[in-house]
């Protein structure tokens, strides 16, 4: 219980966390926040790492003039950019031996045949509009990778949808996080953010939902 309290303040906190950060590591802080968007976007065992929240801080301080924002906005990048990469390896190293596999209860060939078209006809709309998805955006890449989506579409679209995700959320951030409305109340805003972050993933999952109600009902 200590600990999910511990995440709560973390995440709903993370101005006066970072700024701690910032006054205890100095310039190392660039090399904290680069592994924890690293590692949220790259390992399928961590989606539950501040993402969206972060960089939204992130940029809010760099305004107070603790950290260049310029270099942690490339640095950032660069994170999302690798993280994905890794992800989209792991999963292009287990597809194969997937397809290995007999059909099983746990495993259809026919269900990683429709992962594959459907990366390679939508994958890049998707690996682009994920990044704003919290949790979906750790497990896209790896399914595109799973699904043998092609590199060169994949890289495409990896590099796209981590320059709009950590440049329009950190210099957002920069720009209107101290404005006084926002600052006084950035708990909230933070709260807002994750709520606009998972509403997409929860109304699919309503539709969803409605739509397996409604054959169940025929």
């Known amino acids: ?45 961590t989606p539950f790492l501040p993402g969206d929240s972060l960089l939204f801080v992130a940029g809010t301080v760099a305004a107070t003039g603790a950290m260049d924002v310029h270099t942690l906005v490339l640095l950032l990048i660069l994170a999302g950019v690798l993280g994905n990469s890794v992800n989209y390896a792991v999963g292009r190293w287990v597809g194969p031996r997937v397809f290995r596999l007999e059909d099983s209860w746990l495993f259809k060939r026919a269900y990683l045949e429709r992962t594959h078209a459907y990366f390679e006809r939508y994958g890049g709309t998707t690996i682009v509009i994920t990044r704003f998805i919290p949790i979906v ?45 926002i600052k006084n109340n950035l708990s909230l805003v933070i709260i807002g953010i994750i709520i606009v972050s998972v509403a997409p993933a929860i109304v699919e999952f309503a539709r969803h939902k409605l739509r397996a109600g409604g054959v169940t009902g025929d």
């Open 1 to 45: 219980m200590e600990l999910i309290q511990g995440f709560v303040d973390l995440v709903l906190h993370l101005d006066r966390h970072l700024l701690e950060l910032v006054g205890t590591y100095g310039v190392w802080i660039y090399a904290i926040l680069f592994l924890i968007v690293f590692c949220e976007t790259g390992l399928v065992v």
């Open 137 to 181: 955006r750790t497990y896209a890449p790896f399914a595109a990778g799973i699904g043998g989506m092609t590199y060169w579409r994949f890289s495409l679209f990896n590099v796209i949808g981590a320059v709009l995700w950590v440049a329009g959320l950190t210099y957002a951030g920069y720009f209107f996080g101290n404005l006084p409305l």
